[in-house]
């Protein structure tokens, strides 16, 4: 029986050897359930809408849980600067457990962190704490196109950036920048980017979602 104690972690997937593609080097991708937004191209989600094969959606571990699976690749993380890179769904909802984690891990590991940033402020103070390198996925900057995308308004996403930016630096942080078919153009793309390096952004990740598109 868990210690109610012991901040918990909703486990929707975990994967393994992922290269350079979430933070440096080799890094173990462990996903939250659970997400405020619903992206109409989300790419997991099973992180909020559960999954479809009759299994539950998540598993609860505990930061020494969580270590005990990951560690497997401690050689690899070790070699190449990598670490554990926290998404989902959305992890900072849970920067208790991001703490505690921390705690338990050896000290050459490195914490990354996917996040939305649509999260109450003192998730942002708390994460400032114990991950080393954040991955916003701002959607885009207009508020128009980012409640049609998301169903939510982007006020308090650019309000936790601005936090984010005073608290770790911009060489902490990569912004991703998508180009979304069917909800902004590339213009809404460059006045994104404008405003994002209006508000000191330098790490930029401006790329196109890719769609399927049914045949017909």
């Given at each position: 029986?868990?210690?109610?104690?012991?901040?918990?972690?909703?486990?929707?997937?975990?994967?393994?050897?992922?290269?350079?593609?979430?933070?440096?080097?080799?890094?173990?991708?462990?996903?939250?359930?659970?997400?405020?937004?619903?992206?109409?191209?989300?790419?997991?989600?099973?992180?909020?809408?559960?999954?479809?094969?009759?299994?539950?959606?998540?598993?609860?571990?505990?930061?020494?849980?969580?270590?005990?699976?990951?560690?497997?690749?401690?050689?690899?993380?070790?070699?190449?600067?990598?670490?554990?890179?926290?998404?989902?769904?959305?992890?900072?909802?849970?920067?208790?457990?991001?703490?505690?984690?921390?705690?338990?891990?050896?000290?050459?590991?490195?914490?990354?962190?996917?996040?939305?940033?649509?999260?109450?402020?003192e998730g942002v103070r708390a994460a400032a704490e114990v991950v080393d390198h954040f991955f916003?996925?701002?959607?885009?900057m207009n508020p128009t196109v980012y409640k049609a995308y998301t169903g939510r308004n982007n006020?308090?996403?650019?309000?936790?950036?601005?936090?984010?930016?005073?608290?770790?630096?911009?060489?902490?942080?990569?912004?991703?920048?998508?180009?979304?078919?069917?909800?902004?153009t590339a213009a809404d793309v460059e006045a994104s980017v404008d405003e994002l390096k209006g508000?000191?952004?330098?790490?930029?990740?401006?790329?196109?979602?890719?769609?399927?598109?049914?045949?017909?």
């Amino acid at each position: 029986m868990t210690d109610r104690t012991v901040p918990t972690f909703p486990l929707a997937f975990w994967d393994r050897l992922r290269m350079a593609t979430d933070g440096a080097g080799v890094t173990a991708l462990v996903g939250a359930f659970g997400c405020p937004l619903q992206c109409k191209f989300c790419i997991n989600p099973q992180t909020w809408k559960g999954r479809t094969d009759g299994k539950p959606p998540f598993i609860r571990v505990t930061p020494e849980e969580l270590y005990d699976r990951v560690k497997i690749d401690n050689l690899y993380y070790l070699a190449t600067g990598g670490g554990v890179t926290f998404g989902g769904g959305e992890p900072l909802l849970h920067t208790d457990f991001l703490t505690a984690f921390r705690a338990v891990i050896p000290k050459e590991w490195h914490i990354y962190a996917e996040t939305c940033l649509h999260i109450p402020e003192e998730g942002v103070r708390a994460a400032a704490e114990v991950v080393d390198h954040f991955f916003v996925d701002i959607k885009d900057m207009n508020p128009t196109v980012y409640k049609a995308y998301t169903g939510r308004n982007n006020t308090s996403v650019k309000e936790n950036l601005a936090l984010l930016l005073s608290l770790v630096g911009a060489e902490r942080i990569t912004v991703r920048v998508p180009r979304i078919p069917d909800f902004n153009t590339a213009a809404d793309v460059e006045a994104s980017v404008d405003e994002l390096k209006g508000m000191g952004v330098t790490i930029l990740d401006v790329f196109s979602y890719k769609i399927p598109r049914p045949r017909g």
